[in-house]
């Protein structure tokens, strides 16, 4: 099955610093690449998504990129606020139509100082 | 609010027991699916039913099991409940409207073990 690993497992930036989580997935089936961003207790939410035919998409401050070849994906955060602070999980899923197997990264806490 | 509702929000029960985790879809999902996120820990994906039927599995012990029913909530059923299963339960749907991919998680149902 697919093994999504993420790195790094903490990270703390300055207010107004980028912030770069890293992502790798195994399984070359993946289509889906989805980041969510869970705050203290809360439920995990959906922040941006891309999928295998794309190589970058942009949100505003927040943009991922997809290398297929290399199995790896990236989340990158500018101009970070200190409300940007939580835990970011990326995910892969070898999605076929209403069948998902998604794969979530062990997380990575982001921290900004203000 | 993601529309997936989640009850009960907090359980404590004995180790030995059994206990049932309920979850509605938004409205038009399809899918659910069952999460466990232990303490610190990443989403361990449990299971995926679509319809009324299983399609994907993942990291489900045996002691847990799962039904969707024809109105479309769904049933996680916890038995012989270890110290270890004490964790957040998250429940997520999709396939409705919008994109078939993206995930709406529910708030969750804490269980503690004692």
């Known amino acids: 099955g697919e093994n999504v690993e993420q790195h790094p497992s903490t990270l703390s930036v300055q207010e107004g610093d980028s912030a770069v989580i890293k992502c790798t997935y195994s399984d070359s089936a993946s289509n889906y690449f989805p980041w969510y961003k869970q705050e203290l207790g809360k439920r995990p939410q959906l922040i941006i998504d891309i999928r295998s035919n794309v190589g970058e998409k942009k949100d505003q401050r927040i943009a991922v990129t997809l290398n297929k070849t290399a199995k790896h994906f990236s989340l990158h955060i500018t101009e970070t606020q200190p409300e940007d602070s939580a835990v970011y999980f990326c995910?892969?899923?070898?999605?076929?139509?209403?069948?998902?197997?998604?794969?979530f990264g062990a997380g990575t806490r982001l921290t900004v100082k203000p | 609010d993601s529309g997936v509702t989640q009850t009960p929000k907090h359980l404590i029960t004995a180790t030995g027991q059994r206990v049932t985790l309920r979850c509605s879809p938004r409205?038009?999902?399809?899918?659910v699916y069952w999460y466990q996120q232990s303490l610190d820990q990443g989403l361990q994906f449990l299971i995926q039913y679509y319809n009324g039927e299983e399609r994907a599995k993942g990291n489900i012990l045996e002691r847990f099991s799962a039904q969707q029913f024809p109105d479309l909530h769904s049933e996680l059923n916890l038995s012989s409940l270890e110290l270890g299963d004490s964790a957040l339960y998250f429940c997520a749907s999709s396939g409705g409207q919008g994109s078939d991919y993206e995930q709406y998680f529910g708030p969750g149902t804490r269980l503690t073990v004692t």
């Open positions: 409205s038009g999902d399809l899918s």
């Open positions: 995910a892969a899923d070898p999605y076929i139509y209403n069948n998902n197997d998604m794969r």
